[in-house]
């Protein structure tokens, strides 16, 4: 499983994601360091988005890239397959 997440490291070397990682056991890891933060992002201190699933419902229902209500594209999809 390859996943890529964002993250700071401090001058120490410490590594701080910036959004929420579990995993179930341990993982190798490559780091890239990228360009340096600026004085000001860096001491901004970032909430991590919330986790909770339910912060995704509804947000497809005005979307442009979909011809008619999400859940009836789904529904059509499954109907194919049946």
Known sequence: MLTAVEAEIGENGQVRLR???TLQRWHRAIVTVLEPLDKEEATIQ???PPS???RHVG???DSPHFNGHPVAIQQAM???WG
Do not use: G, M, N
């Open 78 to 80: 499954r109907d194919e």
């Open 46 to 48: 970032r909430e991590p």
């Open 19 to 21: 959004e929420p990682l």
């Open 52 to 54: 909770d699933w339910r």
């Open 59 to 61: 947000i497809l229902t």
